[in-house]
């Protein structure tokens, strides 16, 4: 077994991560102008994208570890890339993987950065609702609870609430 499918799998991936980084980017134009029927669209987008990352994940791995035991490793369960690195059989090889490995890490990084300024956006627009439903609500005028055909009156001066004679 070669590296080339390996290098495949991490050529693909680095696409599909490219591609959820500019879905990313969209949502945060999306979120700056509050669209929500735009932005549900991009949530399934970035569900299919996330499913399809899951599946070369999954072939990626394969991948490795049948390379891995093609080369008598025994230590399978977690098969990286710097293994595969290791084991390569030329240095062409060896750069051709680590550069793919590299750039998909620098993807990865970069859509990391951009859901966190997303979520913090996200965040600040959930505080500006809050903020604006708390000025338009009512406060409540008292923290008890008094049943509603009753006028608020205080009790009567010779009747108690406390009856002592219980």
Known sequence: MSTTAILQTLVQLEQLHSSLL?????KMEILKQGDMEKLDGLLKDEQAHVAA???MENKRQQSVVGYLASKGQSSLENA???EVIKW???IDEQQALQAARDSLLETI???KQQNDLNQKLTMQSLQLVNISLDAIRPRPEQATY???DQDRKKPSEGFSTFDSQA
């Not at 500019?22 to 969209?26: F, H, K, N, S, Y």
């Open 22 to 26: 500019q879905l990313a980017v969209d």
């Open 53 to 55: 990352i899951v599946q």
């Open 80 to 82: 990286t890339i710097t």
């Open 88 to 90: 390569a059989d030329s």
């Open 109 to 111: 990084h970069q859509l």
């Open 146 to 148: 008094t049943r509603p």
